[in-house]
Every structure is written in structure tokens, then in C-alpha cells.
Nanobody, 121 residues
Framework: QVQVMESGGGLVQAGGSLRLSCAAS????????MGWYRQAPGKQRELVAT???????SYADSLKGRFTIFRDNAKNTVYLQMNKLKPEDTAVYYC???????????????WGQGTQVTVSS
């Protein structure tokens, strides 16, 4: 069974840093684009960043320069390095991955359960 699971959330003071990890597990043929999203209380889920297998990245404009997405294809893992955190970065952070299983021809988008990031002022 294919799963995607985040880790690394927690409580941090404003100005601090956190690194989130997201690993895909199970039996599958390939992983395509991977991404991070976040959802703050009372708000819609929004894109944070995405990364393709060859390392091409895309970011929400408001987060460029503070957040960095990168991946380790050998470990089926994507990371989100978050620096200079602000209270408004407080949210549940979700990872997703477009994964192609052996039995199908097209990738399916898998989501993790989310990890809480709280930034105190």
C-alpha cells in the first residue's frame, strides 16, 4: 500500500527555522512531482512549493527566499526548509506526491495526513 507521511513539525519562535520531511513508502513504479501545501485555521489550503524529479521548483510568491523545497529521489523523500518563520506561517503543512503504481499507467496524487507548524511571536 502506497503511503505518504510527513514529519518534522512543531513549535518554533518567530525568526527560527524548521525542516519538514515527507517520505513515500510502499510498492510503486515512480514518483513524479512532489509538493507542500498548508492550511491555516479558517483558511483554504494553499500551495507552498512543488518540485519535479529533475529538481525544477516552483514557489508561492510570498514564500520565495524563506522556504526551500528539495528532494532525495533515492529515499523517495521531499523536504521543506523553512527559515525566518513568522507567526502567519502557522498552519498544518501537507505533503503530496504524484505516484505511479505498477498496475496503472498514470500517476495518482497521494496526500499525507499533515504536520502542525506553530510559530510563536
Amino acid at each position: 500500500q502506497v503511503q505518504v507521511m510527513e514529519s518534522g513539525g512543531g513549535l518554533v519562535q518567530a525568526g527560527g527555522s524548521l525542516r519538514l520531511s515527507c517520505a513515500a513508502s510502499g510498492r510503486f513504479f515512480s514518483i513524479h512531482v512532489m509538493g507542500w501545501y498548508r492550511q491555516a485555521p479558517g483558511k483554504q489550503r494553499e500551495l507552498v512549493a512543488t518540485i519535479t524529479p529533475d529538481g525544477t521548483t516552483s514557489y508561492a510568491d510570498s514564500l520565495k527566499g524563506r522556504f526551500t523545497i528539495f528532494r532525495d529521489n533515492a529515499k523517495n523523500t521531499v523536504y521543506l526548509q523553512m527559515n525566518k518563520l513568522k507567526p502567519e506561517d502557522t498552519a498544518v503543512y501537507y505533503c503530496n506526491a504524484a505516484i505511479r503504481e505498477y498496475s496503472v499507467n498514470l500517476p495518482f496524487l497521494y496526500w499525507g495526513q499533515g504536520t502542525q507548524v506553530t510559530v510563536s511571536s
